[in-house]
């Protein structure tokens, strides 16, 4: 597992995390800038969910707010974690709609990309669809599916995820939006991904678990749903057998340079 700079911030007895006012800002700065990025990108079941979640701007939620929220519409909650979790951990989580959520928030200088999860990706970036039960309903039931699988399944499981979860469009009658809280959290992807730059395919499952990414790059290419339900029918697919396909016709030619030693 890689190290961290980031420290998540503690709770006090009462579960209450105290943060300091300059992580209010950056949290202020962070959501008023994206809540304008993602107009006429995001699709609609996200929108609606940041409107069940009623995020404040001027201050980083507490936990339990979200809990409230999502509890109530899909029996889903955000789960306290340091900032970086092992495979098992995040697995165990999900399998059991626990959505992992590190405590901490990114220093201003990391203000438009950082490597490590923070909060507001996580609450601003994936806790509004998990409102929506055909969301809900797959990202539950890939944490059962990896809990079950071996480390090298868990390898083309984590590609699904990376271009469906983090880096996922959808075709709509209002044209393709965005439901990945990968993108929706970067302000820069935003932008890029519905342009001409990147490739843009017809989702299908085997071929992005053998697509493969790099975390610290614009994604050069996307998949995008029919619809959105479409993940809650692959949920009630053979995903493992998926897996299995995906695993003896192998990789695809990576669409990017390889990282830098």
């Known amino acids: 597992m890689k190290s961290t700079h980031y420290q998540a911030r503690e709770p006090d007895d009462c579960g209450f995390i105290a943060y300091p006012e300059s992580e209010h800002h950056v949290w202020n700065t962070l959501i008023t ?4 990025v993602i107009e006429g990108r995001a699709c609609q079941e996200y929108l609606d969910g940041i409107e069940q979640l009623g995020l404040p701007h001027e201050r980083i939620p507490q936990l339990s707010e979200v809990n409230k929220v999502l509890e109530a519409s899909t029996g889903w909650r955000v789960a306290r974690v340091p900032a970086l979790i092992p495979f098992q951990t995040f697995f165990e989580l999900l ?3 626990q959505f992992p959520v590190a405590t901490f928030i990114r ?19 994936h806790c509004p669809l998990l409102t929506n039960p055909w969301f809900a309903e797959f990202t539950h039931t890939y944490g059962k599916l990896g809990l079950a699988a071996s480390k090298e399944e868990r390898v083309y499981l984590a590609r699904l995820y990376w271009l469906t979860i983090e880096f996922g469009l959808v075709d709509t009658s209002q044209g393709r939006k965005i439901y990945g809280g990968g993108i929706l959290s970067s302000p820069k992807e935003t932008v890029y991904c519905l342009s001409n730059e990147p490739e843009h395919l017809a989702f299908d499952p085997i071929e992005a678990m053998r697509t493969p990414y790099r975390i610290d790059i614009l994604q050069p290419v996307y998949f995008a749903l029919p619809e959105l339900k479409r993940l809650f029918d692959l949920a009630h697919e053979d995903i493992m057998g998926m897996v299995q396909q995906a695993m003896k016709m192998g990789l695809h030619a990576p669409k990017f340079a390889p990282k830098a030693a």
Request: no cysteine.
């Open 33 to 36: 800038r994206q809540l304008t």
């Open 95 to 97: 399998a059991s709609k």
């Open 107 to 125: 220093t201003p200088q990391e203000l438009d990309y950082l490597q490590e999860p923070d909060i507001f990706h996580e609450i601003f970036g």
